[in-house]
């Protein structure tokens, strides 16, 4: 429990309501607000659910709207505030930049050719120990300008992880995609054969 605080305070989240101790694992609520269940705010939700899910390593085939809340039999911790969806929308705003399509939809993956470039291909195939760190940044930034937002790089990376000799730690690919989708950083853009990092 004292780890799963810990990872929401690098992560910038909000203090969990409730941490509730399963045969499966840990599970975090936070109890928001009610807000009108209309699409937009439905889209959002998702949106954010993900965002969460990827910041904390958790199940991300479990962060959809559709499920239900069972009643936590084994509490750890309760915090008793109360947030709203614009808090995790300012928190996500804050830590991720998050990708647009031409369209206006966020979460779009936009096909740019960049993730075909022969060094990222040749990147996605692993690297050894020393080059890792490197890898996973540039990776990252990849994804970015490939249109991806922060989560589905992450899970880019983190799926790929096996083919580094050895896997970077799951908190290392974490920070190199927190790293990648600041401001600052302008992702690859391709120019004729080659490629640049900004």
């Known amino acids: 429990m004292p780890d799963v605080l810990d990872r929401c305070w690098e992560t910038g989240l909000p203090r969990p309501s409730i941490i509730s101790k399963t045969p499966n694992g840990l599970h975090i609520y936070w109890k928001i607000e009610p807000a009108q269940a209309t699409e937009k705010a439905l889209r959002l939700y998702t949106a954010l659910l993900r965002s969460v899910a990827a910041a904390v390593d958790g199940d991300l085939a479990a962060a959809t709207p559709e499920r239900y809340l069972r009643i936590p039999y084994c509490l ?6 109360v947030y709203t969806l614009q808090d995790f929308s300012t928190w996500r705003d804050e830590n991720f930049e998050v990708a647009t399509s031409a369209s206006g939809e966020t979460g779009a993956l936009v096909t740019t050719g960049i993730l075909d470039h022969p060094a990222v291909r040749k990147l996605l195939e692993g690297v050894e120990k020393g080059r890792r760190d490197n890898s996973a940044f540039t990776l ?11 989560e589905q790089a992450l ?6 992880n096996f083919r580094n000799r050895p896997p970077l730690p799951a908190a290392q690919l974490r920070a190199n995609v927190r790293s990648a989708y600041k401001s600052k950083y302008h992702g690859c853009q391709q120019s004729g054969s080659g490629s640049s990092a900004k």
């Open 76 to 81: 750890v911790y309760f915090n008793p505030a």
């Open 140 to 150: 990252a930034l990849a994804f970015k300008a490939a249109g991806y937002i922060p």
């Open 155 to 160: 899970n880019e990376l983190t799926s790929g």
